[in-house]
């Protein structure tokens, strides 16, 4: 094997469909904090004071988990293997545990005329440590082991590979410090949202997981 087949990808972030009120509920802050607790920690309870439904939490936390699972699943068949569903689904709850592990805060740092930019003050873990920690440990347990193939060995070490990346993530612990990332938002819907959705999910992607 001559490469480390890391499963890092940035957040997948759906638009935010949130029902206006007369003027915005909650500052900006707010509502990026709310946002990093629905993707990150797994938390709903900000968001839906914001006023996004149920249903549309559920189509937007599905979109980030089939992301998730897709890139897995390429990322083994790019290396001439298959993942079992099982497996990927430990795989995915086990990265979801260690980001719900991470504390956060947020804060205005300016604001005018509809437009405000917030600092995200976020713990991280370092997954690419992580990651290239659980393929080296499972390189070394193949080289002690005798295979009839490759491939018999190949799927030794992606599978040993895989747990191991399972237990790393089950026993993750955040940083003792912040990384924080600015954002920058807007008023739609007469609620504060990041202004680009895209650049927000990739910037806090690399965030949390020590790429910042």
Not at 25 to 39: E, F, P, R, T
Not at 75 to 95: K, M
Request: charged letters at 20%; aromatic letters at 8%; a negative charge.
């Amino acid at each position: 094997m001559k490469k480390i087949f890391s499963i890092l990808l940035c957040v997948c972030f759906c638009p935010i469909l949130l029902i206006g009120c007369s003027e915005p509920q909650k500052n900006a802050a707010d509502s990026v904090k709310a946002i990093y607790d629905l993707y990150i920690l797994g938390d709903t309870a900000g968001i839906t004071s914001l006023g996004m439904t149920e249903e549309d939490i559920t189509a937007a936390r599905q979109t980030y988990d089939n992301s998730l699972k897709e890139t897995i699943r390429s990322n083994f068949a790019n290396s001439g293997q298959e993942i079992e569903e099982h497996v990927l689904d430990e795989l995915c709850e086990a990265r979801k545990a260690a980001l719900s592990k991470m504390k956060s805060s947020a804060e205005i740092v300016s604001e005018s005329e509809g437009r405000a930019t917030v600092v995200i003050h976020t713990t991280y873990f370092k997954e690419a440590e992580l990651d290239a920690d659980a393929f080296y440990a499972a390189k070394e347990a193949a080289q002690q082991n005798q295979f009839s193939s490759v491939e018999e060995q190949q799927v030794f070490l992606m599978n040993t590979y895989t747990q191991n990346l399972i237990e790393a993530y089950q026993n993750v612990t955040p940083s003792e410090e912040n990384t924080d990332i600015s954002v920058e938002c807007v008023v739609q819907n007469n609620t504060w949202v990041p202004a680009n959705m895209s650049s927000f999910g990739s910037d806090l992607a690399l965030a949390v997981t020590g790429q910042n």
